[in-house]
C-alpha cells in the first residue's frame, strides 16, 4: 500500500460519561457538551493541511452523530462501518467507572491480552477486530486518506496495533471526547498528533478523561 493518513476521532461527551457510566457497545446520546465539541472539531478540521476524502463511523449513536456534526462542515462520502464499534464489556456493561476500578478491568486487560473474565470481548479480538477493519478500508480506499469516528478504547486498541507497541489494550493512546489523533502510514508508521484537542475552549472540556497535553508533530 501506499503512504495513507487515517484520522482518528473520539466522539463526544454522552450523557454515559457524564455521569462516568461505562456503556461499552450500549447506546448513549451526546449530551449538549458533546454536541458543541464535535461541532468544534469539525471547524478545525476545515481548513486542514492534508486533504481527507472519507469519513467511516462506528455506528452507534455517540460516533455516527458526532460524524454526522463534522461532516457539515467537510461534506464528505460517510459511511457507518460495524467493526469500528466499542469493546463490548459484557456483564460490566453499565457500570460506573467506579465499579470497573473495583473489578480492575483496565489493569486485568493491560496484563492480559486475552483477558475475558467479564464475558465482553478480551484485548486480543478487539485488536484483532479494528485491525481487519482498517486493513479492509485502506485496500477499499488505497489512495484516499480516511477519518475514523470511534471510541475511547477503541482507538486505543487501534493504534496500538498500528503503532506496533504493547500491550494491545493501548491504554497510552487515550482520548480525550472529540480529540483528534493523526497517523500517517508506510513502512514505518508516525504518529503526527495524538489526543490533540486543542479546538476545545474550557468549557467544552470533560471531566474524567484525558487532559494531558496533546501530542503534535
Known amino acids: 500500500m501506499t503512504d495513507q493518513h487515517i484520522m482518528f476521532i473520539r466522539h463526544g461527551e454522552t450523557v454515559a460519561n457524564q455521569a462516568h457510566i461505562a456503556h461499552g457497545q450500549s447506546d448513549s446520546i451526546l449530551n449538549e457538551r458533546g454536541v458543541e465539541q464535535a461541532k468544534s472539531a469539525g471547524n478545525r478540521l476545515l481548513n486542514w493541511s492534508v486533504p481527507y476524502h472519507r469519513i467511516y463511523t462506528s455506528p452507534l449513536s455517540r460516533a455516527l452523530n458526532t460524524a454526522e456534526l463534522i461532516n457539515n ?23 460506573s467507572y467506579q465499579e470497573l476500578r473495583e473489578h480492575r478491568y483496565a489493569e486485568r486487560a493491560i496484563a492480559d491480552d486475552h ?21 479492509q478500508l485502506r485496500q477499499n480506499h488505497p489512495t484516499e486518506n480516511l477519518i475514523l469516528v470511534s471510541h475511547g478504547a477503541a482507538i486505543c486498541h487501534a493504534m496500538a ?8 489494550f493501548g491504554y497510552q493512546y487515550l482520548m480525550h471526547n472529540a480529540a483528534i489523533t493523526e497517523i500517517k502510514l508506510s513502512s514505518d508508521p508516525e504518529i503526527i498528533r495524538l489526543n490533540d484537542y486543542q479546538h476545545l475552549p474550557p468549557h467544552l472540556l470533560s471531566e474524567g478523561v484525558p487532559q494531558a497535553q496533546s501530542r503534535n508533530a
Open 161 to 168: 496495533a498500528l503503532i506496533g507497541t504493547k500491550p494491545l
Open 115 to 135: 483477558f475475558s473474565g467479564h464475558n465482553g470481548e478480551s484485548p486480543a479480538v478487539v485488536s484483532d477486530r479494528l485491525t481487519q477493519t482498517i486493513r
Open 73 to 95: 462542515q467537510m461534506n464528505l462520502p460517510i459511511q457507518s462501518e460495524p467493526g469500528l464499534i466499542e469493546c463490548h464489556l459484557g456483564d460490566w456493561e453499565g457500570l
